[in-house]
Every structure is written in structure tokens, then in C-alpha cells.
């Protein structure tokens, strides 16, 4: 059955730290790997992960797939309170999309 | 517009009424679909049309729930004979088509008493 992990659950830092946050995942078909910021309802698009090893990149954020291990990590460097929310790790196979439960990250003055 | 909008934002109701929530995908979207997000948890898919057909409700939870998107725009997601379960905050998202990335709406949440 496909599934996809996110860890931690939720996580708490301080302006100016750096996280890391992880997507795993069992899915056949692989297409695709998206990650959402989802600050009160709707998600908003962050990046989509095809292939391997390609590190996608924008401003203080940044993520990489390994297709061999099978997962992915959402990286945020110099954390500011507006990165509070909920990070979510979305798998496309060929034919739907699954999501996981999400990280919450919580970024504290 | 420029982005998928829904309508309402909020919704309140009895148990036991009827309920119709709007979505109004990106222009030129051919692909929609319905989520519906419980407190704590990602989204759970249930419904995506293609242009006006609903090529996959396997997410539907039971029949009170129904969708339509007549005219391959606008979609309506209407629930019969509400429950106090049904309470979460429904998404929908649209694609250009199947498969790309999905941009979503700001959600109605769904408050049953």
C-alpha cells in the first residue's frame, strides 16, 4: 500500500535556526514529489521533485529527493516567524496523490 | 481570477441539513478536485473531475456526499443529511491537467452542530 511518513510531527525552534524536515515514502508508479506550506487553509505550492539528487531551490528553502531511499527533505535555513505552519509532503503516482500528515513547525521570536 | 476560490469561507449547520460548497478553479483548469482536512492531518482526497466528469470519487465517504462540475468550470461538492463528522475544512485544488501541480482554494470550513 503507498504511503508517505513526514517527521517530525511537529517542531519547535527559534529565529535564525535551520531545520530539516523528511518526507518518506513507499508508493509504485512514482511521478512525482511536491511539498505544500499550508499556513491556515489552503496549501501553497513550495516545489515538485521529479529526479534524484537535484536540489530545488528558493530563497531560504530548499529540497532534494533520493529515489533510491526513498525520501525527501525540506531544508530551511535563517527561520523567521512567517515560516510557521504546517509543511506538507504530497506523492503523485500515475494515477492520484497522497499525502502525508504534515510537519508542523512552529518558529518562535 | 487568478487563484481557485471558494465559497463559503465558513459554513455553520445542523445536523441533518444539506450543504453545497463552491469552488471556482483557475481558468482554464481541466482538472479539479475535492479534499477534505480534519484537524491534524493532511488532506484526504475525495473526488477529481476532468473536465466534467468525475473520472475518480473512490475518496467519497458514503452517499450523502456528491460533487458536480457541469459545464467543466465550477464545481459544486453538496453533502446530504449532515453529521457532526462531516465538520472539517473541504479544499479543492485545480491542475491544467491530471497529474501537474494542483493550486488550491482557501477551503470552507464546515461546522456542523
Known amino acids: 500500500e503507498d504511503k508517505v511518513v513526514q517527521s517530525p510531527l511537529s517542531l519547535v525552534v527559534h529565529e535564525g535556526d535551520t531545520v530539516t524536515l523528511n518526507c518518506s515514502y513507499e508508493v509504485t508508479n512514482f511521478r512525482s514529489l511536491l511539498w505544500y506550506k499550508q499556513e491556515k487553509k489552503a496549501p501553497t505550492f513550495l516545489f515538485m521533485l521529479?529526479?534524484?539528487?537535484i536540489e530545488k531551490k528558493s530563497g531560504r528553502l530548499s529540497s532534494i529527493l533520493d529515489k533510491k531511499e526513498l525520501f525527501s527533505i525540506l531544508n530551511i535555513t535563517a527561520t523567521q516567524t512567517g515560516d510557521s505552519a504546517v509543511y506538507l509532503c504530497?506523492?503523485?503516482?500515475?494515477?492520484?496523490?497522497?499525502f502525508g500528515a504534515g510537519t508542523r513547525l512552529t518558529v518562535k521570536p | 481570477g487568478a487563484g481557485v476560490s471558494q465559497t463559503p469561507s465558513n459554513k455553520v449547520t445542523e445536523k441533518g441539513k444539506y450543504v453545497e460548497l463552491r469552488c471556482d478553479p483557475i481558468?482554464?483548469?481541466?482538472?479539479l478536485y475535492w479534499y477534505r482536512q480534519s484537524l491534524g492531518q493532511g488532506p484526504e482526497f475525495l473526488i477529481y473531475f476532468q473536465g466534467t466528469g468525475a473520472a475518480d470519487d473512490s475518496g467519497l465517504p458514503n452517499d450523502r456526499f456528491f460533487a458536480v462540475r457541469p459545464e467543466g468550470s465550477v464545481s459544486t461538492l453538496k453533502i446530504q443529511r449532515t453529521e457532526r463528522g462531516d465538520s472539517a475544512v473541504y479544499l479543492c485544488?485545480?491542475?491544467?491537467?491530471?497529474?501537474?501541480?494542483?493550486?488550491f482554494g482557501p477551503g470552507t470550513r464546515l461546522l456542523v452542530l
Open positions: 481558468s482554464g483548469h481541466t482538472a
Open positions: 485544488a485545480s491542475s491544467s491537467t491530471r497529474g501537474e501541480t494542483q493550486y
Open positions: 504530497v506523492l503523485y503516482n500515475n494515477n492520484d496523490m497522497r
Open positions: 521529479t529526479s534524484s539528487g
